[in-house]
């Protein structure tokens, strides 16, 4: 949390008004320059849930402790691990994502702009456009009403997973493990949405919009704005989601509207979405073009230069496995068998098998892996290990897809730092 507590500050010294947007999703500090007073001083005192007697003694641009303790706990959010403050990036260790399904409360958040402050239901509106027989504009309930609603476990995970272990470092939020989750979302198919709207013969990639705000503060600009090519979009697996688990979708998960496009780089998933525009051509909006969410085209060195023009834009995201049982670092004491468990997923594919080593990959064991609850949510595997003596052990699990492409070992390094699918190792010690 030092590190938060030293990003909130540099924050509010560079920025206050921003820093305000950012943290709370609306100012209060009309004046950081003099003493709080006026509506600064009351927005300040409500946010502390009371009064404050001695306010002539603070100064200007102090931040009260209670905030800087408390600024970055993302409500409703339980054991992230924050990375990044501005904006919000948070990842759930490896052994809180043991559910089969993930709680709202555990699934990562991958910020690139300030959320929108205003989140209504009632008054949010979609519109879709560009190369359709039909633009629309649809609040929630229209949605509801005229489409087929479905439920379905997506998974989801950002194209920058696992880029914390790339060597050279790769530039960019330094993911672990968690930015990836398999909620139960509801909503209506996209595929129906732009069907029912009309897609014309000049349609090639969608372009998704949301109501969040560049961190410049710049209106005109796009924090984010990805979009797929157009057959991924008909799938019958994308939704536009309005619930997360059941309940209402978490305000740092897009509420109250989002796309979940599975099995494709996070980013395709717009959160708090307003708009869908179908183009004719390759979208072209932020974090679309030059090296976002791009990798060469073909496999390169270890700290190589790139030329732009030979990036490609990532699609299906490869085969990967999470264990999340036991948490890395166990102590066996007394047994020497233990259940490993933890979930596998292959981006567009399915997974064929997962198999387990615990002598470094020189022999393997397969788990069980059940079938997923529907296509694109993750598989859950288990397989139960035997310790031949006492000593430090570790586990590897590696998934292989239904096309035969397997999880390596080594990171297959790119400028980056996308698509680390390496396998995942936990240390057991038996005693
Ligand atoms: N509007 C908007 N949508 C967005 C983003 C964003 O910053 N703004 N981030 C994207 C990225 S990079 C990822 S990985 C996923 C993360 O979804 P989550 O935060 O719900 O886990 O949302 C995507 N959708
Ligand atoms: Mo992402």
Redesign the pocket.
Known sequence: MKKNGKNIFELYAKDPQQADRVVFGRETYPDRRGFLKGAGLAGMAALLGGAIPFHRNMPGGLIPVALAEEAFRIENKDGLVILNDR?VNAECPAHLLDDEVTPTAR???????A?PSNIDASGWRLQIDGEVASPMTLGIEDLKKRFEVVKLQLQ?????NGRAFFDPKAKGNQWTLG?V?CSEWTGVRLADVLKAAGVNSKAVYTA?????THLSGDADKE????GVPIGKALSPYNLIAFEQNGGPL?P???APL??VVPGW?????????TRIQIRDRVHDGA?MTGTS?RVPAYPVKPGEDVPKEDFRIIESMPVKSLITYPESGIELSGARELTVRGHAWAGDNAVRSVELSIDFGATWIRADLRAPANPFAWQHFSGQVRFPSNGYYEVWARATDDAGRQQPFAIAWNPKGYLNNSMHRIAVRVA
């Open positions: 904006p699934h990562f958040v991958r910020n690139n702009g959320p989801l995970e950002c194209g920058g930015a989750g998704h919009y949301g109501a969040d924090p984010i704005s990805r978490h740092m998960n897009g989002r796309l780089p996070g980013s395709c998933s717009q959160k708090w979405l974090k969410y």
